[in-house]
């Protein structure tokens, strides 16, 4: 098997559900190591792996939405704003992809990286900021019409590179009052249609381009999205219980300053800045250290 498809599927399994921007990283990733053209197939199979991770992670949530359908009751009314929330960033989505697509790609626009370094900066900013002055008081159970439509528009945000899907839908939980722990959870809720949607997105084109791909390498690397992407989501949700979103602030900068050092070509103090932006990631995720807020 290749090597750099584990390598691929834990990237996107670990930053398609941390705020830290699955864009960032993958172009800065390249920059540092020359990574195969696996081609859509390929992403697709990554997407899935992650669509089935927050899927089975949540698969009891998911099922009492579907029973609530017809039963009523609180469930349902949830589901009706995990629906809403969805809606701006699903509608615009569609017409903004292909421009966000072009500014994505640091070899044709070279501003993409100016671009991408202000999303990176400025959420890791948005984040010490929220800490410091949101409520943080209310649960999904106290989210209205309003407060939903709110973290809806705040997830618009995330089509811009190097926003993070996850992290504008946590710091627009949390700018509406949400709980840190209940914010980042109604942002998992969010992702599954997002996924989904982006799945069936490029899908569609795959099929109209008739490139299929290696069968072995889309298994192999939405299995390992789906695993790392599992054991991403109880690690966050466990994570932000105890501690604030202040460590991917100080991530966000410190791979701000990898991404620039690899785009004035200095690749080897880039590659160590990034090593020491995920060691530092790692330890204080793992170690779950309590912050003051």
């Known amino acids: 098997m290749n090597i750099w498809v584990i390598i691929l599927g834990i990237v996107q399994g670990i930053t398609e559900f941390l705020p830290i921007s699955s864009t960032a990283h993958l172009i800065l990733i390249p920059y540092l190591v020359k ?50 929330a969805t809606l701006p960033a699903g509608i615009l989505g569609v017409f903004l992809d292909p421009f966000v697509e072009k500014i994505s790609q640091p070899q044709v626009y070279s501003f993409a990286i100016w671009i991408i370094l202000i999303g990176v900066i400025s959420f890791g900013i ?8 949101s409520k943080k008081n209310l649960e999904i159970k106290d989210l209205n019409l309003k407060r939903g439509l709110i973290i809806g528009f705040w997830q618009v945000l995330s089509l811009f590179p190097g926003v993070s899907r996850s992290g504008s839908t946590i710091s627009g939980g949390m700018f509406t009052g949400l709980k840190r722990d209940e914010a980042t959870k109604f942002s998992f809720y969010l992702s599954l249609p997002i996924i989904g949607g982006a799945v069936f997105f490029k899908l569609f084109h795959v099929i109209k381009s008739g490139d299929l791909g290696s069968l072995s390498l889309i298994l192999w690397g939405a299995i390992v999205a789906f695993i790392v992407g599992i054991l991403t989501i109880h690690l966050l949700l466990n994570y932000v219980k105890k501690a604030s979103l202040k460590v991917f602030s100080y991530y966000r900068f410190i791979l701000a300053l990898a991404i620039l050092l690899a785009y004035f070509n200095l690749q080897v103090l880039s590659l160590i800045v990034f090593g020491v932006a995920i060691v530092y990631l790692i330890f204080r995720m793992v170690r779950g250290e309590k912050e003051r807020n």
Not at 48 to 71: H, P, Q, R
Not at 127 to 133: G, H, I, R
């Open 35 to 84: 990574i195969p053209d696996f081609g859509l197939s390929f992403d697709v199979g990554l997407h899935l792996g992650t669509f089935w991770a927050v899927l089975i992670y949540f698969l009891k949530d998911w099922w009492e939405f579907l029973v609530s359908i017809f039963k009523g009751g609180e469930k349902r009314r949830i589901l009706g704003l995990i629906v809403l």
């Open 126 to 133: 948005i984040f010490l900021l929220l800490e410091k002055y």
